[in-house]
Every structure is written in C-alpha cells, then in structure tokens.
C-alpha cells in the first residue's frame, strides 16, 4: 500500500521534504518503515528518529490519519493508515 | 476561568474601546469583563511573545506580566516587534513594557527583568490567570509546565521553527500537558533556530486567540488538540492529542 509521510520540524529540514510517498509492505510496522526511510535520509534523519538503543525517541511525535499514536510507537500498525505525521519537538520563540 | 477573575463592570470606556469585539458572539459584554478582570503571564517577550502580548493588549486583558531576561541585541530585531531600535543593549522587558503602554494605557504592565526559573515559577505562576510560554527552551517550557499543572492553571504552549508553529492549548486535569507529549528534554533541540518574524507572530496570535477564548468562557478552544500550521504551503491542521496516564506531571489529576 502507498502511505503519505509528513515530516515536521527538524525532520522537514533534514529531509528537505515535508511529504513524500512510500510504499509499505503488508503487515510492516512503523520501525519497519522508519528504517528503511534512514536508507533514503541518512544518519541526521536517524539522530532525529532514534535513541541509542534503536528504538523511537519519546519526544517524537507520531501522528497517524491526524490522531496521535499512544503506546508502543515502534509496533503500531499501519494497516489502513494513509498518513504518517512525525513531529519533532519544537520551541522556538 | 472563573476563580481568579474578580467581578468586573465594563465602563463607558471601555465600551468606546473595544466596542468591535464586544459584537462578536460569544465575547460580549460578559466575555469582555472576564478578560478585563484577567490577569496573563507571558514567558518571554520576543517574537513569539511579543505580538502575543500586543494582541492581549489590544482585546484588552486587564493586567500582563511579561517575563524576560537580558538585555536586546540586533539579531532579536527581525522578530521582536515589540522592540526598537534605540533600545539596543537595554533591557528587552523594558522596551516591550513601553511599546504595550503606549498602545494601550489602560491596561496594567507589569515586567519581570528575568526569565522563568526555579525561583520565581511558584510566585509568578500564582499571580496569573493564564500562563503563555514563548520560551526558546525546553528546560524552561518544562517549569512552566509543571508549576501550571500544579496551580491548575491554564498554559498556552506556542513554538515555532523555521516556517512552522504549533500551539497546544494546555487545561491541567483536562488536557494533554507538555509532558505527556514530550517526557524529556528532547536532545536535538538547538537554542538557535531559523525564524522569519512573520511566521512567529501568526503563531502568538493563534496562542493569543485560543487564551483569550479560554479567559472568556468562549466556545472552541481546542482542547485535546496541537494546531500545526505550516506557513510554507499554507497547511493548517489540528492533530489529536492524548493525556498520558504515566504522565509524571499530570497523571495522578
């Protein structure tokens, strides 16, 4: 299936895009996803993403068909998801 | 918003002035009373706080405690609208204090030359019917945060960065709080950022529409919500958001 991801803050920076479109295997989790979107980004899009252990930061937000992902944000389902909204944590005043 | 805001009646002044909004539904002269008995804090007072202020002062909000530390520089100036130019090198607080009381001097300013830390968060926070935070920095949005969902006070959390914003209308007990959002310090947050003005102060006047519904008892505060609003391609959205029950700060309201 094809999924919309929308990168916010830093990441739209990193990316130089603030949307792309992505194909997602059946059954592919987001950590699934987010990795193979490190191969295409590079190391700065995997800093924003991960912590030192390779899981999903706490700070980043994910956001799916507009609602906030709760949980476990590595193993959410994408099935039936057409965006993917991640938001890193901005402050600028 | 009923604890703190003493009963206030309009006068015929106050009619003259903000005679526009007082059509607006929902505001009226019931809404216009709460405001002008409110009491609003803002964290910083450059290009986030600065037209948030001066859009708080226009609706009329009857006290501002503006909070700020050190003195202005030149590169504030492409954002700072409340400042100037001849207060280069004086104190930020000051100049923003006297661009308000010249646009509205019928409004109480009161400034704090520092920014909101440990010593002062209680006091301040205390003194405030409505906190906004416009600070660059997360350890200081964080005490904002705490000491709010503490008091029970309502915070506006406004950020923006390059040509991106957000605001999160914050309701301790109610709402999602900063922390639930964001359980640490995020590490890749920078003290400098990209910022075009502009941007900045359609952020702070999205922040100042969502306190000013608040304060008056309007309808529509977007609670439970971040509204994200990308100047860029001209995309805003409003995502829901939910309270964390692990939440350090709020969890146990």
Same mark, same amino acid.
């Given at each position: 299936m094809t999924l919309t991801m929308d990168y916010t803050g830093q990441l739209a920076s990193v990316t130089g895009v603030a949307e792309e479109q992505v194909e997602v295997g059946e059954g592919e989790c987001l950590l699934d996803v987010l990795k193979a979107r490190l191969a295409v980004h590079g190391e700065k899009f995997g800093e924003l993403l991960f912590d030192d252990e390779g899981g999903?930061?706490?700070?980043l937000l994910v956001v799916l068909d507009g609602e906030q992902a709760t949980g476990?944000?590595?193993?959410?389902?994408?099935?039936?998801?057409?965006v993917v909204m991640l938001m890193t944590p901005i402050a600028g005043g | 918003m009923e604890s703190q805001q003493a009963a206030y009646e309009l006068s015929d002044r106050d009619r003259e002035i903000y005679g526009w909004q007082l059509d607006v539904p929902g505001l009226g002269e019931r809404g216009q009373a709460k405001l002008r008995s409110s009491t609003a804090l803002i964290s910083r007072v450059g290009g986030l706080g600065g037209p948030l202020a001066l859009s708080l002062a226009a609706a009329g909000i009857g006290k501002l405690i503006l909070v700020h530390g050190g003195e202005l520089r030149p590169?504030?100036? +492409?954002?700072?609208?409340?400042?100037?130019?001849?207060?280069?090198?004086?104190?930020r607080v000051d100049a923003a204090a006297e661009t308000l009381r010249q646009f509205n001097p019928h409004i109480e300013v009161e400034t704090v030359?520092? +920014?909101?830390n440990e010593d002062n968060a209680a006091d301040l926070v205390a003194r405030a019917d409505i906190v906004f935070d416009a600070a660059p920095l997360f350890e200081e949005r964080f005490l904002m945060n705490r000491e709010c969902v503490a008091q029970r006070k309502p915070l506006i959390d406004c950020a923006m960065f390059n040509m991106e914003g957000q605001v999160i209308p914050i309701v301790p007990g109610e709402t999602a709080c900063l922390a639930c959002l964001y359980p640490e310090v995020p590490e890749h947050w920078k003290r400098r950022f990209p910022v075009v003005g502009a941007v900045s102060a359609v952020i702070a006047n999205i922040g100042a529409i969502e306190g000013i519904k608040l304060l008056a008892g309007m309808s529509g505060v977007s609670l439970n919500r971040l509204i994200y609003f990308d100047t860029l391609v001209m995309k805003l959205q409003k995502v829901e958001i939910a309270r964390n029950p692990d939440c350090e700060i709020c969890g146990e309201l």
């Open positions: 999903i930061r706490s700070t476990d944000k590595a193993s959410v389902s994408l099935s039936g998801v057409k | 590169d504030d100036l +492409n954002r700072q609208i409340l400042m100037r130019h001849d207060y280069l090198g004086k104190k030359a520092e +920014n909101f």
